[in-house]
């Protein structure tokens, strides 16, 4: 058993997240804590293992090593995730806003209000 469980653990971990993601959302927990604390309590678990059983000794990493990857993860997972979606829907709403100006139509469809009531203004 023990040979196997090296080969287990990150499956496991990734379904449990998974499982963890799922039951959060049915709890009715926000979409923003289903997502991160499943993925930090699998990032906090495989760092825990890595530390304690790692495949060769000479490959245990340094605190510093550890602090590092973890800020980075931090950066890339959170941080750059965030701006490259905030760009992206700025990239959208000037090409939808540059292409409206040069179609035929003009994009004046007719904006509704929740009350389902007409404002008459541009829809863009």
Same mark, same amino acid.
């Given at each position: 058993?023990?040979?196997?469980?090296?080969?287990?653990?990150?499956?496991?971990?990734?379904?449990?997240?998974?499982? !963890?993601?799922? $039951?959060?959302? !049915?709890?009715?927990?926000?979409?923003?804590?289903?997502?991160?604390?499943?993925?930090?309590?699998?990032?906090?678990?495989?760092? &825990? =293992?890595?530390?304690?059983?790692?495949?060769?000794?000479?490959?245990?990493?340094?605190?510093?090593?550890?602090?590092?990857?973890?800020?980075?993860?931090?950066? &890339?997972?959170? =941080?750059?995730?965030?701006?490259?979606?905030?760009?992206? &829907?700025? $990239?959208? !709403?000037?090409?939808?806003?540059?292409?409206?100006?040069?179609?035929?139509?003009?994009?004046?469809?007719?904006?509704?209000?929740?009350?389902?009531?007409?404002?008459?203004?541009?829809?863009?």
């Amino acid at each position: 058993m023990s040979r196997v469980l090296p080969y287990l653990w990150y499956p496991l971990l990734f379904a449990g997240a998974i499982a !963890a993601f799922a $039951a959060m959302l !049915a709890a009715g927990m926000t979409l923003v804590l289903a997502t991160y604390l499943p993925i930090l309590a699998a990032a906090l678990v495989i760092v &825990v =293992l890595e530390l304690r059983f790692p495949e060769r000794l000479e490959w245990r990493p340094q605190g510093s090593d550890v602090a590092a990857d973890a800020a980075f993860m931090a950066f &890339v997972q959170i =941080l750059l995730a965030r701006t490259l979606a905030v760009l992206v &829907v700025f $990239a959208i !709403a000037e090409w939808m806003h540059w292409w409206c100006l040069r179609s035929r139509s003009g994009c004046t469809s007719t904006l509704r209000t929740p009350g389902g009531r007409t404002t008459g203004r541009s829809g863009w």
